[in-house]
């Protein structure tokens, strides 16, 4: 894998996933690493294994941006060179499952990320919904033995008088 196809991969993997800020940010993160570990003499196969598969990194960025999402952005094509589906021919698309294949279908991995506020809201609703069960039954219990308690103090009572005041 060279300099073009990683960052290609990366693209593809972040695109419509994440902001296009953080799409660009990062693709200019990659690319500037990897020419200043080529201005060091490096050689870009040995920056390449390095790194490892985009798709892995683009997991991390994934899991760790709070703005993430599937497929709520708009793909993101900093330069023509990092051009994303449109710009792929079909033997690139089949590479591309062929590797997600090896990989043991990484790609298909469905990621949810419930850092979103209507899952927040979601969560305060099943809360609430909750006690608002919990205390209609506690509610329904007191609502049987409240008329009972009248009756169980004057059994309570006979009892005591018919026993007498020591037991």
Do not use: C
């Not at 060179?81 to 449109?86: D, E, K, L, V, Y």
């Not at 298909?108 to 809201?121: E, G, V």
């Amino acid at each position: 894998m060279n300099r073009e196809e990683f960052l290609r991969g990366l693209e593809n993997a972040l695109s419509s996933n994440v902001p296009p800020a953080v799409v660009r940010d990062n693709l200019r993160y990659y690319d500037d690493y990897i020419r200043s570990e080529r201005q060091k003499g490096r050689s870009e196969t040995d920056i390449m294994d390095e790194l490892g598969d985009p798709r892995l990194i683009a997991r991390t960025i994934l899991d760790t941006t709070p703005e993430a999402a599937e497929g709520e952005y708009e793909e993101y094509h900093p330069f023509g060179s990092f051009a994303g589906n449109s710009g792929r021919s079909s033997q690139q698309e089949n590479a591309q499952q062929t590797q997600s294949e090896n990989y043991g279908g990484f790609g298909n991995i469905h990621y949810y990320n419930l850092n979103k506020w209507y899952w927040k809201l979601l969560a305060v609703v099943v809360v609430i919904l909750f006690f608002t069960l919990v205390l209609t039954i506690i509610g329904g219990i007191l609502t049987l033995l409240i008329p009972l308690l009248p009756v169980i103090g004057i059994v309570a009572l006979v009892m005591w008088l018919v026993r007498g005041p020591r037991g």
